[in-house]
């Protein structure tokens, strides 16, 4: 049973930072990318970051860069989101996922439950 499990949301002040994780198990991830998308009420979900399996190539989504670091450790079943200077638009659940396809789709595979993250001003 393929599992994405998510940990490392919370509540932060504007300009403080996080660290999301996210661990995959229950297949083989060779050649996977891996990505955070996030959604918050009125919303539309928003990828936020992708990493290829090699780590050669990361995506950003325009409003997290410079802020944000996508990285890939574990032999690639661990992906990390260091997000810093949070903003209050940055609150959302914050979701895993995995997809064959590079740059990370709206509708990957494979997601995870979600973390909630929630800036205050």
């Known amino acids: 049973q393929v599992q994405l499990l998510e940990s490392g949301g919370g509540l932060v002040q504007a300009g403080g930072s996080l660290r999301l994780s996210c661990t995959a198990s229950?297949?083989?991830?060779?050649?996977?990318?891996m990505s955070w998308f996030r959604q918050s009420p009125g919303k539309e979900r928003e990828v936020v970051a992708g990493?290829?399996?090699?780590?050669?190539?990361?995506y950003y989504t325009d409003s997290v860069k410079g802020r944000f670091t996508i990285s890939r450790v574990n032999a690639g079943n661990t992906v990390l989101l260091q997000m810093n200077s949070l903003k209050p638009e940055d609150t959302a659940v914050y979701y895993c996922?995995?997809?064959?396809?590079?740059?990370?789709?709206?509708?990957?595979?494979?997601g995870g439950q979600g973390t909630q993250v929630t800036v205050s001003s």
């Open positions: 996922a995995a997809d064959r396809r590079f740059p990370p789709p709206y509708d990957s595979e494979y």
């Open positions: 229950g297949r083989t991830f060779t050649s996977y990318t």
């Open positions: 990493i290829t399996w090699s780590g050669g190539r990361t």
